[in-house]
């Protein structure tokens, strides 16, 4: 069986520690190296011929924090794929991830049966997104049979503007539209692509070429 390659980017070096004893337990992943921020990981790219299959990045690191570091991997190493780290389920964050263009993020209290499964998520689909998020958008992704979902024109054009860092206050505005219309269009999109959560519009946005990286 192939073994994928894995680096760690993290600055908590016990967790860092523990997740590479983990990972190396796995019989088709193998950790290349840790590093403790993303200055490091462009350094070790930088001069290794050879990068790593999957990226397990800690979003919050001194130096170069994971969002910064996303941007240049995107756009020198986009064959990478990066999964996010969090401690937190922080909406604002893990969008401005999505954006940038990783594959999925992990919180890390997750099981080791799940970690595993999103390891081959992410090699095999090219994604990972927790089940909670957007189970079915994910899964109808995959199936041909999927009823297609017909937007209208304003809902495309708030989805877009739910890809952006505004406020739906502010996605109000640009719209000339009440916040309580704006609420509405929100719910009665969660309803129609079967999601529960502005994470589930973006990646919805991301996977359709609503919203390009």
Known sequence: MHDYSVVIIDDHLLFAQALENL?????????????????????????????PDIALMDINMPVLNGIETMHMLNKDHPDIKVLALSMDDDEGTI????????????????????????????IHKGFYYSEKITSTVLSSLHKAEAPEVILKDREIEFLKLACTEKTYKEIAGDMFLSPKTIDGYRESLFEKLQVKSRVGLVLYAIKHDLYKI
């Open 23 to 51: 990972v190396n337990t796995f019989d088709n992943f193998k950790v290349l190296y840790q590093v403790n921020n993303g200055r490091e990981l462009l350094t070790h790219l930088e001069k290794d011929e050879i990068a």
């Open 95 to 122: 969008i401005k991830m999505l954006r940038a263009g990783a594959k999925g993020y992990l919180l890390k209290d997750i099981h080791p049966q799940t970690f595993h499964g999103a390891l081959n998520d992410v």
